[in-house]
């Protein structure tokens, strides 16, 4: 049973740092593509950052120089490290591991910012 479980969400005021992570099971982790997504009530889900299985990275322009998406195959674990948060990042971000046609979501973690 494929299961990712996101936790670091929380609170955190205007220009504060979180870091998120989501620890992944029942599949071969280092073989996926991993992505953070996120996404508030009434809009569609986005992309925030993705890495390769081969540790490629891209991240959504408003998000550049500030978040770092990285992983540790050995812990089967992704991480998204979010420095200088912004108020309008107040969403629910999500896990996502993908390979080929098998694409999978964690249950999401809340990440508010106040200003």
């Known amino acids: 049973q494929v299961q990712l479980v996101e936790s670091g969400g929380g609170w955190v005021q205007a220009g504060g740092s979180l870091r998120l992570s989501c620890a992944a099971s029942g599949t071969v982790f280092s073989i996926y593509n991993m992505g953070w997504y996120r996404q508030a009530p009434g809009k569609q889900r986005e992309l925030v950052a993705r890495?390769?299985?081969?540790?490629?990275?891209n991240y959504q322009d408003s998000v550049k120089g500030r978040f770092t998406i990285s992983r540790d195959n050995a812990k089967n674990t992704v991480y998204l490290q979010m420095d200088g948060l912004k108020p309008e990042e107040t969403d629910v971000y999500y896990c996502?591991?993908?390979?080929?046609?098998?694409?999978?979501w964690g249950q999401g973690t809340q990440v508010t910012v106040s200003s």
């Open positions: 996502n591991e993908n390979y080929l046609l098998r694409n999978y």
């Open positions: 890495i390769t299985s081969g540790g490629s990275t």
